[in-house]
């Protein structure tokens, strides 16, 4: 017998779920210069995903991000690093932050801080870490969602 699922929390989550990912992203952008950032915003998309879990189990997350979650952490992992090395080959100090200024014709001048790539690297960081932890409390069943059934 399968458990019921509440039609309640699924259309919560569903109405809620696009709107906690573009908070989260609004978080990461604003973040040096005001309250957020990457952790901020990661553990506010990884509870995004971790409500679509609740409602639907794991093949509702694994519908609802098609990336496995160790490119997430491995990419994070790369934007940090990078960041930090970028910094070094120019003469500077490991992470120290940058202001890069551009000149776009229709948004006017854009500017960005190294800061920003970082944050995008944490931001991953934390999401691929929950979505690996999510994953695993998915699969505490014993069975092996990649192995096919005969």
């Given at each position: 017998?399968?458990?019921?699922?509440?039609v309640?929390?699924?259309?919560c989550?569903?109405?809620?779920?696009?709107?906690?990912?573009l908070?989260?992203?609004?978080?990461?952008?604003?973040?040096?210069?005001?309250?957020?950032?990457?952790?901020?915003?990661?553990?506010?998309?990884?509870c995004?995903?971790?409500?679509?879990?609740?409602?639907?189990?794991?093949?509702?997350?694994?519908?609802?991000?098609?990336?496995?979650?160790?490119?997430?952490?491995?990419?994070?992992?790369?934007?940090?690093i990078?960041t930090?090395c970028?910094?070094?080959?120019?003469?500077?100090?490991?992470?120290?932050?940058?202001?890069?200024s551009?000149?776009?014709?229709?948004?006017?001048?854009?500017k960005?801080?190294?800061?920003?790539?970082?944050?995008i690297?944490?931001?991953?960081v934390?999401?691929?870490?929950?979505?690996?932890?999510?994953e695993?409390?998915?699969?505490?069943?014993?069975t092996?969602?990649d192995?096919?059934?005969?």
């Amino acid at each position: 017998m399968t458990p019921r699922r509440s039609v309640i929390l699924d259309l919560c989550v569903q109405a809620e779920f696009h709107t906690l990912l573009l908070l989260s992203l609004y978080l990461l952008f604003a973040g040096h210069n005001q309250p957020g950032g990457g952790f901020a915003g990661g553990l506010v998309a990884s509870c995004a995903f971790g409500l679509r879990f609740v409602a639907g189990g794991s093949s509702a997350l694994s519908r609802s991000i098609s990336v496995p979650a160790i490119t997430f952490l491995g990419v994070g992992m790369l934007f940090a690093i990078l960041t930090g090395c970028v910094s070094l080959l120019t003469g500077h100090e490991f992470l120290e932050s940058a202001i890069f200024s551009a000149d776009l014709m229709v948004l006017g001048t854009v500017k960005a801080s190294s800061v920003l790539f970082f944050d995008i690297g944490v931001y991953l960081v934390v999401l691929g870490m929950s979505l690996l932890l999510l994953e695993q409390l998915g699969g505490a069943d014993g069975t092996d969602p990649d192995e096919v059934q005969p």
